[in-house]
């Protein structure tokens, strides 16, 4: 099927530490992929993307690797703070298509 | 430069009424997409939209309708509205869609009553 996924609704982290958030898609024809993080009461804030053509892209404290064999995408963020608590999406573009495909989010939570 | 502007950020609305929603995109930004989020079933893509034109649709139905002015600015219509149209009504903004970031406004939260 269609369906972009996450593996754990839920993460906890000790600040500081580094956190991995996952997410697994389906279609092989998929060539973009990006990850947004929503906090309470505002819209998907933009984190990264990045294109089949690459394997991992970094920004600021956070890289996302991208795994095409087993279709598999991730984000990492580093040091984590407790402003990073929020839910994180995954989502695909496929080509010529106007549309992303969202996954289902994980809620991120900070522990002090 | 502003980013994407929602109008209004809340509503209620009884069953049976219609609303329009409005969005204003970032200044240069042709590609407006409208999405519906709920708790139970993650964000949604009703409808994109590129220089007046909508060149995708989702799985909605007819009763959910969009437009896009010369100007970019875009306006979702929901008519007869039910208990279920309940959620939070995202808009975002890319310059020209496809394989380029969406950024999205703060969204339209209706409530049905």
């Known amino acids: 099927g269609e369906s972009v996924g996450l593996h754990l609704p839920t993460l906890s982290v000790q600040e500081g530490d580094n956190s991995i958030i996952n997410c697994a898609y389906s279609n092989s024809a998929s060539d973009y992929f990006i990850w947004y993080k929503q906090e309470s009461g505002k819209g998907p804030q933009f984190i990264i993307d990045i294109r089949s053509n690459m394997d991992k892209r970094q920004g600021q404290r956070v890289t996302v690797l991208l795994n095409k064999t087993v279709k598999h995408l991730s984000l990492q963020i580093a040091a984590t703070q407790p402003g990073d608590s929020a839910v994180y999406f995954c989502?695909?573009?496929?080509?010529?298509?106007?549309?992303?495909?969202w996954g289902a989010g994980t809620k991120l939570i900070i522990k002090p | 430069k502003a980013g994407v502007t929602q109008t209004p950020r809340y509503l209620i609305k009884t069953r049976g009424q219609q609303v329009t929603l409005s969005c204003s995109p970032i200044s240069g930004h042709r590609s407006v997409s409208w999405y519906q989020q709920t708790p139970g079933q993650g964000l949604q893509f009703l409808f994109e939209y590129f220089s007046e034109t909508q060149r995708n649709k989702g799985n909605f139905p007819g009763r959910f309708s969009g437009r896009q002015f010369s100007n970019s600015r875009s306006e979702m219509n929901v008519s007869t509205l039910e208990l279920g149209d309940s959620a939070l009504y995202l808009c975002a903004s890319s310059e020209g869609g496809g394989n380029q970031p969406q950024h999205f406004g703060d969204g339209t939260r209706l409530s049905i009553l």
């Open positions: 989502a695909e573009n496929r080509g010529s298509n106007y549309q992303l495909i």
